[in-house]
């Protein structure tokens, strides 16, 4: 069985596209989940794809991300 440790982010992928990332950012925050800074790029061209992210926290605070890899431009 793996285990995870402690505190450790859970990323759950959101669409290919900045939009699609900032919906459901958007959707979060008007449902009044405590929201990180808006979606951001983290890494420019990984491997063919700019890398952006958004945090959240779940009810118990445990800390989550949407990620969304865009296909670099």
Do not use: T
Request: with cysteine; hydrophobic share 40%; proline share 5%.
């Amino acid at each position: 069985k793996e285990e995870v440790a402690p505190n450790s982010i859970l990323y759950l992928n959101v669409g290919d596209s900045e939009e699609a990332l900032q919906n459901a950012y958007n959707r979060l925050k008007q449902a009044g989940v405590s929201v990180g800074d808006s979606p951001h790029c983290i890494a420019k061209n990984w491997n063919g794809f700019d890398v952006w992210m958004a945090f959240f926290k779940d009810p118990s605070g445990n800390q989550l991300a949407f990620k969304c890899n865009v296909p670099a431009s």
